[in-house]
């Protein structure tokens, strides 16, 4: 072969090869497609999403009344107990509270909803709960009991 035939051989398969190259890089870059997860959490009632790809936040919506800081009403039960007669504290708490915190009394580091207290003697004592959640804690809330 003559080095004129070997030019116009080598022209049209470099040509060739420079297609495939072209036809490759199209077909092997399609479009990223979008992510998808599946996340569930019985205390959310919906998620919002804010910001924009690919940072985004995904912000649970409780169940408990609208996903915010809970906020707490205590009571007793009875408010006014007789000397040596237990009371009942509840928080009463909105919000769905993953965990409380009593103080005051023989109330003070307890983590339940509830506190069961009695005293042997008239007093009065000032109880006080928070609750905390997703969102955050609650502000103190107090409630005073007097055994009479």
């Known amino acids: 072969m003559n080095r004129i035939n070997a030019y116009a051989f080598v022209r049209p398969i470099l040509a060739l090869c420079g297609l495939a190259a072209a036809a490759a890089i199209f077909v092997f870059s399609p479009k990223v497609p979008a ?24 912000t649970c919506v409780s169940s408990g009344g609208g996903g915010g800081v809970p906020t707490c009403a205590p009571t007793a039960s009875p408010p006014a107990p007789a000397i040596n007669a237990q009371s009942t504290l509840s928080a009463n708490c909105s919000n ?16 339940a909803s509830t506190c069961n207290v009695a ?10 709960v928070t ?11 107090q409630i005073s009991v007097t055994w009479q």
């Open 119 to 128: 005293k042997s003697r008239a007093v009065t004592i000032t109880y006080s």
């Open 35 to 58: 992510a998808t997860f599946t996340y569930t959490n019985p205390s959310c009632t919906s998620f919002t999403i804010s910001g924009t790809p690919p940072t985004q936040t995904i």
């Open 131 to 141: 609750a905390t959640n997703a969102a955050g804690t609650s502000a103190p809330a």
């Open 96 to 111: 769905t509270p993953t965990s409380y915190l009593w103080t005051g009394g023989t109330c003070g580091g307890t983590t």
